[in-house]
T-cell receptor, first 112, second 114 residues
Framework: QKEVEQNSGPLSVPEGAIASLNCTYS??????FFWYRQYSGKSPELIMS????GDKEDGRFTAQLNKASQYVSLLIRDSQPSDSATYLC????????????FGKGTMLLVSP | DTGVSQDPRHKITKRGQNVTFRCDPI?????LYWYRQTLGQGPEFLTY????????KSRLLSDRFSAERPKGSFSTLEIQRTEQGDSAMYLC????????????FGPGTRLTVT
């Protein structure tokens, strides 16, 4: 059973703080990792992808990957109330079929 | 708008009826995916097409579900003899293919079975 685990939250942070979202996965064959943002009632929106160990930065977002620990995280700097959403971690196992396995998501609440 | 589109956005049907959803992927994307999402859960994979070939189906996809992508462009997902447990958001996503696994989702079709 290939699993992706996330703390459901909610994670509450004040505006301007750093939000740290974490995800663990069970399958060591996992190759590609993605973070999606999903506002209530909307569909998931891709915000970050990461494929190799280390950090990847894009604006206020930083994705971190540690394949040895089977751990991927998302940092959001200078959090804004508009960042309040559910953040989904998704993992692809390179089976050739490129399907994604999602976690249940972590709800982030950024208070003004 | 050149993103993934889905139609209809909402569907209310009575138990036992058949429903069909349509997905139009991003034009240059050759991979198309269907997912289902219920409240409090992440999307769950249903099926995957590369061009017109259906390459993978989840065990979640019972015999009542069928999907097609006849010309490698748009796709349809049909649910026959709907059940209340089919109520969910049905999401379509597409990706470019090759070594690019980034998937972009459409707005989804929310199905309510009464």
């Amino acid at each position: 059973q290939k699993e992706v685990e996330q703390n459901s939250g909610p994670l509450s942070v004040p505006e301007g703080a750093i939000a740290s979202l974490n995800c663990t996965y069970s399958d060591r064959g996992s190759q590609s990792f993605f973070w999606y943002r999903q506002y209530s009632g909307k569909s998931p929106e891709l915000i970050m992808s990461i494929y190799s160990n280390g950090d990847k930065e894009d604006g206020r977002f930083t994705a971190q990957l540690n394949k040895a620990s089977q751990y991927v995280s998302l940092l959001i700097r200078d959090s804004q109330p508009s960042d309040s959403a559910t953040y989904l971690c998704a993992v692809n196992i390179d089976s050739g079929y490129s399907t994604l396995t999602f976690g249940k998501g972590t709800m982030l609440l950024v208070s003004p | 708008d050149t993103g993934v589109s889905q139609d209809p956005r909402h569907k209310i049907t009575k138990r036992g009826q058949n429903v069909t959803f349509r997905c139009d992927p991003i034009s240059e994307h050759n991979r198309l995916y269907w997912y289902r999402q219920t409240l409090g859960q992440g999307p769950e994979f249903l099926t995957y097409f590369q061009n017109e070939a259906q390459l993978e189906k989840s065990r979640l996809l019972s015999d009542r579900f069928s999907a097609e992508r006849p010309k490698g462009s748009f796709s349809t997902l049909e649910i026959q003899r709907t059940e209340q447990g089919d109520s969910a958001m049905y999401l379509c996503a597409s990706s470019l293919g090759g070594s690019n696994y980034e998937q972009y989702f459409g707005p989804g079709t929310r199905l309510t079975v009464t």
